[in-house]
């Protein structure tokens, strides 16, 4: 009996120890900053700030062909003249696609957190059917009054119900993560666009 009460402690233990040790935190981040948020090193925002950067050099660009197109123009160098204007043309279709590429890689980078917010609020629900269906089964063994089978029941329903728990801690862990994440980002593009 007792060596029974200390498996289960330890196996409820053991799991609350790995599931704890699995849930993202923000915590780690530095208020108010993007620093040390997990999203840093993934491929899509690595792909932002290398389009962040070519913005502000396609930025860069036009305003020193614009410079040169109007010290061309009041030399009255036509070809040189032309050129610039070839170049400013040049430099806003780069920075035009480069936007766009911004885009494109923000919403990759949502939609791959949605799937992955999806998914922990799928185990969620699947831990709370777990527990109403062991919940049921202690109910059903308290009426029929197997008092066998209702320690092992009311051990598996306090497993159970601390999984559910843990499982809803990393789902909202992780819907705030990435919000607070979108945030900063938004706020960089917003410097930048």
Do not use: W
Not at 20 to 25: E, N, Q, V
């Amino acid at each position: 009996m007792e060596k029974m009460k200390l498996k289960n402690l330890f196996m409820i233990g053991t799991m609350v120890a790995g599931l704890l040790a699995t849930t993202p935190s923000f915590a780690a981040n530095d208020e108010g900053s993007i620093q040390g948020n997990r999203f840093l090193h993934r491929k899509e925002y690595k792909d932002m700030k290398a389009s962040m950067s070519r913005i502000e050099n396609d930025r860069d660009r036009i305003a020193f062909h614009k410079a040169a197109f109007k010290t061309n123009k009041e030399a009255g160098l036509v070809i040189e003249s032309h050129m610039s204007k070839k170049e400013i043309r040049k430099a806003k279709a780069d920075l035009k696609r480069d936007k766009k590429y911004l885009r494109i890689d923000r919403r990759d980078l949502e939609a791959d957190q949605n799937v992955a917010i999806h998914q922990a609020n799928l185990e969620r629900r699947q831990a709370k059917k777990e527990l109403c269906a062991a919940k049921k089964e202690l109910r059903k063994d308290e009426r029929q009054g197997n008092t066998a089978d209702l320690k092992g029941d009311r051990a598996l329903v306090e497993k159970l119900t601390l999984k559910k728990e843990l499982k809803t801690q990393k789902a909202e862990a992780l819907k705030d993560d990435v919000y607070a994440f979108f945030v900063y980002l938004d706020e960089e593009i917003d410097e930048v666009v």
